[in-house]
C-alpha cells in the first residue's frame, strides 16, 4: 500500500468513526478522532501492527475500539485527552497571539483601505467623503472610540485637520498606492497620539477607555483566579497520590477502594495536566504583567517628554513632537495587544474547567481528604524528606550526575518526563511523583534526569535505556502520558511492536526519508506578467533603432562573418610585463662624427685630375 492509499484509509477510518459517534448523540471533532485512532494503534495491548496490509478485520476492529473510548463519557482519560486537544488546538505562544490579533485587525482595515486609495474624485462632495472614510479608516485603526459616536468622530477629525487638512488630499490622490497605504498608517500614528496626549492634558480623548487602569485591575484578578484553580488541582492531586500510594504499597493493609485502581490514576492525570496547563497560562500572566509594567512606565515618560516639548509653545515643529505622538500610539498598541492575550488566556483558563467533570464525580466534595487526613504529603514535604539524601556522583562512576552547587544554571535545565520521576512511574505501575533535582539529576544522552528519592536514582541510573523504554511503555498504554510526560520526539510516528499475531495488520509504515525538489515558479500572478519584458540584448537593440530619429543622425555600422549569429564574441590579451634593470652608476659616450670632404673628383678645364682631401673630424680629446 503507497503511502498516499494509506492516508486515504486513514481519513475514511476517521470520518466513519466520527459519523458513528454522531449516530449515538455524541459530537466529536476530527482532531480528537485523529488523536483516539493513534492511541489505540499505539496500545500494546490492541496487536496492531503497522507492518501489514490493512484488512476490513483490522478496520472494523479499530472503529469499534475507537467508539467505545469516545462513547465512555465517564472516562477520566478521555477527558485528559479531550483537554489535550483542546489547548493544542487553542494555545499558541505569546507571539503568534499577538501576530495572530494583528492580522485580524488588518483584515478588518482592507476594505476600508482599498476603499480610500482606490478612490477617484471628481467632486468638492466626493472629496468630503474621502475625507470621512480617512477619519473612520483612523479610529478603526487605533481602536479609540466608536466611529458611530459623533462626539469621537468630531475629535479625530479636528486631530486629523491639525496634520492634514483637507486642501492637500489632492497631492494625497497623486501618490501610488503603496505610498497612499503607508501615509495613512502614519496618520493613524499621530493623531492617535495626539488624541492620547489631549487625554492626558484633560483637553479631549473622548471614548478612550483608562487602559492601564483596566490592565492593573484585570491582571491580579486573573492571576487570583489562575492561582486558585492551580491549588485545587495540585491539592487533588496530592489526595489521588497519597491513596494511589496507599493502595501500591504491599506492606501497608488497606481497606477495598470502590474506586478502580486504572480510575484513580486516570483522575491523577487528569488533574496533573490540569496543573500542568495552568501553570504555562500563569507563566504567561505573569509575563504580561511585566510587559505592562514596562510599557505603562515608557508611556508616562514619554507623555513627559512631550508635555515639556511643547509646554506654553503656541507652534512647535513637526520634526520634534510628530515622533512622540508616534511613540505613544506605538506604546497604547502595546497595552491593547496585552489587553486582548489576557483575555483570550482568561478564556482558555474557563474552558479546561468542563474537562475535569469525569474525576470530579469519583469523590463526594471532601470525601477523599477526610479518609486521608494527615497523611498527605504535599510538594513542599516531599522536597524537604528527600532532599536530606543527596547522590554521591562515585557511587555511579560510568553515569555523569548534575548537582546545584557545581552545575551552572541548575534550575533552568531542560528536564525529561515534565519534571516527573521515571523510576516511581515504572515501579509503581504509573504513579505520577514529581522529581527533586536537588537529589541529582541524571545526564544520559544528553538528557537530564530527575528523582524522586536517592534509591530510585540509583536504580534508574544502573538501566537508565532498559527504564527509559518501559516508561515508553506505560505511556502507550495510556496515551494522555504522552503530552502530559513530554514525550512527542518518542511518538512521533506510530511503530510496530514486537508483539504480532498472523492476520492482523493496520497500516505501512510512513515514509520517513525521501526525496524533495522545489521550483520557484517565473511568474506567480498572471496579471503581473509584462509582455514587453525583453532579455535579448540585439532585441533591445533593434526596439532603440527603431524609437530613434535616424533622419536627424548621422549611422554607421560593421559587419563581420559572426555577428548574424547574434552572439557575443570577447578576446582576451595578456598585457606585456614592464622590465627593468638598474645599473650602480650612468654613463654614455659620444664619438665624434667623420667629415671627410674631398674635392677636384669631377675634372676641371685641365686633362689631369687634381683630388684635394679636407678631413674636418674632430678631435676625440676635444
Known amino acids: 500500500m503507497s503511502r498516499a492509499q494509506a492516508e486515504s484509509v486513514i481519513k475514511n477510518i476517521i470520518r466513519e468513526i466520527a459519523q458513528e459517534c454522531a449516530g449515538k448523540g455524541h459530537a466529536v471533532s476530527e482532531t480528537l478522532v485523529a488523536f483516539m485512532v493513534k492511541a489505540v494503534v499505539l496500545d500494546p495491548r490492541n496487536l496492531f501492527n503497522v507492518d501489514r496490509t490493512l484488512t476490513k478485520q483490522d478496520v472494523r476492529k479499530l472503529v469499534e475500539l475507537c467508539v467505545d473510548k469516545l462513547m465512555d463519557q465517564g472516562s477520566p482519560a478521555l477527558d485528559t485527552i479531550k483537554m489535550q486537544v483542546y489547548f493544542d488546538m487553542n494555545y499558541t505562544s505569546r507571539r503568534e497571539f499577538i501576530e495572530e490579533h494583528q492580522r485580524v485587525l488588518q483584515s478588518r482595515l482592507v476594505p476600508v483601505s482599498r476603499e480610500i486609495t482606490d478612490s477617484r474624485v471628481k467632486t468638492h462632495e466626493d472629496l468630503e467623503g474621502l475625507y470621512h472614510k480617512i477619519v473612520s479608516y483612523v479610529l478603526l485603526r487605533s481602536g479609540l472610540g466608536s466611529s458611530t459616536d459623533i462626539t469621537t468622530v468630531r475629535e479625530a477629525t479636528a486631530a486629523l485637520q491639525s496634520i492634514f487638512p483637507q486642501s492637500e488630499l489632492g497631492t494625497f490622490m497623486s501618490l501610488i498606492k503603496k505610498d497612499k497605504e503607508q501615509q495613512l498608517n502614519d496618520l493613524s500614528m499621530i493623531v492617535t497620539g495626539i488624541r492620547l496626549f489631549n487625554k492626558d492634558s484633560r483637553k479631549g480623548g473622548e471614548g478612550i477607555d483608562d487602559l492601564p487602569a483596566i490592565l492593573n485591575e484585570a491582571i491580579p484578578s486573573t492571576s487570583k483566579d489562575i492561582e486558585w484553580e492551580l491549588e485545587l488541582s495540585q491539592s487533588l492531586a496530592w489526595q489521588y497520590t497519597t491513596w494511589l500510594e496507599r493502595l501500591l504499597d504491599p506492606e501497608v493493609e488497606t481497606r477495598e477502594c470502590i474506586v478502580p485502581l486504572d480510575m484513580l490514576k486516570q483522575a491523577l492525570y487528569n488533574v496533573r495536566q490540569h496543573e500542568a496547563f495552568l501553570k504555562v497560562i500563569l507563566a504567561d500572566v505573569i509575563l504580561c504583567a511585566k510587559q505592562v509594567e514596562t510599557l505603562q512606565t515608557e508611556l508616562a515618560t514619554r507623555m513627559k517628554l512631550l508635555r515639556v516639548t511643547v509646554h506654553s509653545k503656541t507652534a512647535v515643529p513637526t520634526a520634534q513632537v510628530f515622533p512622540h505622538f508616534t511613540a505613544l500610539a506605538k506604546f497604547w498598541s502595546g497595552l491593547q495587544d496585552e489587553m486582548v492575550l489576557l483575555s483570550i488566556l482568561s478564556n482558555i483558563m474557563e474552558n479546561l474547567q468542563p474537562f475535569l467533570a469525569a474525576q470530579s464525580q469519583l469523590f463526594p466534595d471532601g470525601q477523599l481528604e477526610d479518609i486521608l487526613g494527615s497523611e498527605i504529603k504535599k510538594y513542599e514535604q516531599r522536597m524537604k524528606e528527600s532532599s536530606e539524601n543527596r547522590i554521591d556522583p562515585y557511587e555511579i562512576k560510568t553515569q555523569e550526575w548534575l548537582l546545584p552547587e557545581t552545575t551552572a544554571n541548575f534550575d533552568k535545565l531542560p528536564l525529561q518526563y515534565n519534571g516527573i520521576c521515571g523510576y516511581t512511574l515504572v515501579k509503581k505501575d504509573g504513579l505520577l511523583l514529581p522529581g527533586n533535582p536537588s537529589i541529582g539529576v541524571l545526564k544520559h544522552r544528553e538528557k537530564y534526569y530527575v528523582f524522586s528519592s536517592k534509591e530510585a536514582a540509583l536504580r534508574f541510573g544502573s538501566k537508565p535505556d532498559e ?121 654614455n659616450s659620444n664619438v665624434p662624427k667623420p667629415q671627410v670632404y674631398l674635392a677636384g673628383l669631377r675634372g676641371g678645364k685641365t686633362k689631369t685630375t687634381h683630388m684635394i682631401k679636407t678631413n674636418l673630424t674632430r678631435s676625440v680629446n676635444e
Open 467 to 587: 527504564y527509559i523504554a518501559h516508561v515508553a511503555e506505560k505511556a502507550k498504554q495510556s496515551p494522555e502520558l504522552i503530552q502530559l510526560l513530554q514525550l512527542h520526539q518518542q511518538f512521533a510516528c506510530v511503530t510496530p511492536y514486537p508483539e504480532m499475531q498472523s492476520g492482523e495488520r493496520l497500516l505501512v509504515k510512513p515514509i520517513t526519508k525521501c526525496d524533495s525538489s522545489t521550483q520557484t515558479d517565473t511568474h506567480l500572478l498572471e496579471t503581473n506578467i509584462v509582455k514587453s519584458y525583453e532579455w535579448n540584448e540585439w532585441e533591445l537593440r533593434r526596439k532603440a533603432i527603431k524609437l530613434a530619429n535616424l533622419r536627424s543622425k548621422v549611422t554607421h555600422s560593421m559587419q563581420t562573418n559572426l555577428s548574424h549569429m547574434r552572439r557575443d564574441n570577447v578576446t582576451q590579451t595578456y598585457l606585456l610585463e614592464d622590465v627593468a634593470c638598474q645599473s650602480k652608476r650612468d654613463g
